[in-house]
């Protein structure tokens, strides 16, 4: 084959633009990462895995964190150690943010539970002796909706008629049915052989064999003091409008078979919630208040 100069000289441009496109497609930016993580308490809920799936469907890639006790998730939120976590009501992110000194925020609502008085003693709430003792989460927030059950149930009197910051010293022994004492949320139900009864939160009921059926009773999750115990997504205040989180908030509110899912595993007790992000912010903030003023 022969080569006139003119021919050498195109071809070298050509060996040129394709050494350069090579080197150019070499230094290009990796794409975007889309990889969220999301903090769980206490974890393994069936539902989690089909909202995996349908984020994928929407190419982002979740992974679930379990933990199995609150205090873990929110502070590594706090630090970057995770992207968001799917746990807690408001009432528990407004003692976080108060006590902490930090801001996060609600991004997204998810469902609203019951609690339930249950008790291995005693098949009804008539059977609760005068005297008796129930035990409630030691957790700011869940005593003191646990209180709240308490007290719509007739078992006790609270100050003022109480509010998402009462505490034990705001029950008016005189005018009350029971003791109440204080325990780890997650050793309740192992306690209940011990005490007359105990408030459970909705997490711990099925993994330790208990039974919604056998509930003595529980608030609504229709009623308006109800609010501040709408779960939530919860991520950094920066990072409250990040488009890929609502896409996943979208994802868990919106897709059909998302909501079958946890529809599924929280049954008829629990009502899924769309709540704007604009009275999310308001209830925290009113929660926030509430806890503030009864910490003082």
Known sequence: MTFTKRGIFAASLTALALAATTTLAGCAPAAEDTTVTIGVVPGGQPYWDTFVDAAAEEGITVEIKDFAEYPQPNPLVTEGELDLNQFQHIAYLASYNVDSGEDLVPIGATVIYPMNLFSSKYTSL????????????????????????????????????????????????????????????????????????????????????????DSL??????????????????????????????????????????????????????????????????ILKQAEEDYSAQSK
């Open 126 to 213: 008539e059977d609760i002796p005068k005297g008796g003792t129930i035990a409630v989460p030691n957790d700011e927030s869940n005593r003191a909706r646990a209180l709240l059950v308490l007290q719509k149930l007739g078992l006790i009197e609270l100050k003022d008629g109480g509010n998402s910051g009462s505490t034990l010293d705001d029950i008016l022994a005189d005018r009350s049915k029971v003791k109440v004492t204080e325990l780890d949320a997650a050793g309740i139900p192992g306690a209940l052989p011990d005490v007359d009864g105990g408030v459970v939160n909705n997490d711990f009921v099925e993994p330790s064999g208990l039974k919604f059926a």
């Open 217 to 282: 009773g529980s608030d609504s999750a229709d009623d308006a003091a109800a609010a501040p115990y709408t779960n939530i997504f919860t991520a950094r205040a920066e990072d409250k409008d990040n488009e890929t989180y609502l896409k996943l908030v979208d994802i868990y509110q919106n897709n059909a078979e998302v909501q079958a899912a946890v529809k599924d595993y929280v049954g008829d007790g629990a009502v899924l919630l769309k709540t704007p992000v604009s009275e999310l912010e308001k």
